[in-house]
């Protein structure tokens, strides 16, 4: 894969020198593990990256704060994995928060197809998510007494949507802006708007939303399976 906007210096070293600048504090030695699972991460990354209809395939840009952030999250949790270093991983994990404001924990399991909007105040509670997921800023998917959602394909979470507890997010449902969805399931694509006392009121699709996302939909999740026209 193409690297951009590095120059006279390789990925490793790039990483390598933001985490000791960021945190020096740590066991230096374990920073030897980024190099021998870059590979991997960047092949994870790569798959993602193609399924992105506004990314150019083939191409990472370490500017690019969704796609490194998107980067730091596959390298930590492709070593943590492989070598269960939690130094590495945590200070990875760190690098993350600090440069991107997302707390993405280097245990949790995102899916092989992600996409996240902007980055700024997203919180990931160890749930389970699925391919296909969009998240945008200020969004939560958290636990209520230690149960966590579960987020089928194809889901979408507008800013500053929540998903807490003991939640089943059915395939292809959007989240609009600032709905809660506490204890609760929704409705297979379908948009999920904020109803009275917390309720949902859920309403069509006008036109395939997650199509302004990714390329190569899967027939379940393509515009004639979400509602669209129902």
Same mark, same amino acid.
């Given at each position: ?32 593990? #980024? ?45 943590? *994995?492989?070598? *269960?270093?939690?130094? !590495?991983?945590?200070?990875? $994990? ?7 404001? #997302?707390? #993405? ?10 996409? &996240?909007?902007?980055?700024?105040? !997203? ?20 636990? %209520? ?10 889901? !979408? ?5 929540? &998903? &807490?507890?003991?939640?089943? &997010?059915? *395939? ?24 009275? %006392?917390?309720?949902?009121? $859920?309403?069509?699709? *006008? ?6 996302? $990714? ?16």
């Amino acid at each position: 894969m193409k690297i951009l906007n590095l120059h006279d210096i390789s990925l490793s070293t790039y990483c390598r020198t933001q985490i000791t600048r960021c945190f020096p504090s740590g066991n230096d030695t374990e920073l030897e593990l #980024i190099d021998r699972h870059l590979d991997a991460a960047l092949y994870r990354l790569e798959q993602c990256i193609a399924s992105i209809r506004t990314w150019a395939p083939g191409e990472f840009d370490v500017l690019h704060s969704s796609q490194y952030c998107t980067f730091l999250y596959y390298l930590s949790n492709t070593i943590w *994995q492989a070598e *269960q270093a939690k130094g !590495v991983c945590t200070r990875l $994990f760190l690098l993350n928060k600090a440069l991107n404001s #997302i707390d #993405i924990f280097y245990e949790i399991e995102m899916p092989d197809i992600f996409f &996240i909007g902007h980055s700024i105040g !997203v919180v990931f509670a160890k749930a389970h998510y699925s391919n296909y997921l969009v998240i945008y800023q200020n969004s939560t998917v958290g636990k %209520n007494h230690g149960i966590a959602p579960v987020l089928e394909s194809g889901v !979408v979470l507008y800013p500053n949507a929540a &998903i &807490i507890g003991n939640c089943r &997010i059915r *395939q292809g449902s959007i989240i609009a802006q600032g709905v809660r969805v506490i204890n609760q399931e929704t409705l297979a694509h379908r948009i999920a708007f904020q109803g009275p %006392n917390g309720s949902l009121i $859920f309403k069509k699709h *006008q036109r395939p939303i997650l199509a302004d996302f $990714f390329k190569n939909l899967p027939p379940e999740l393509a515009g004639d399976h979400c509602g669209v026209g129902e």
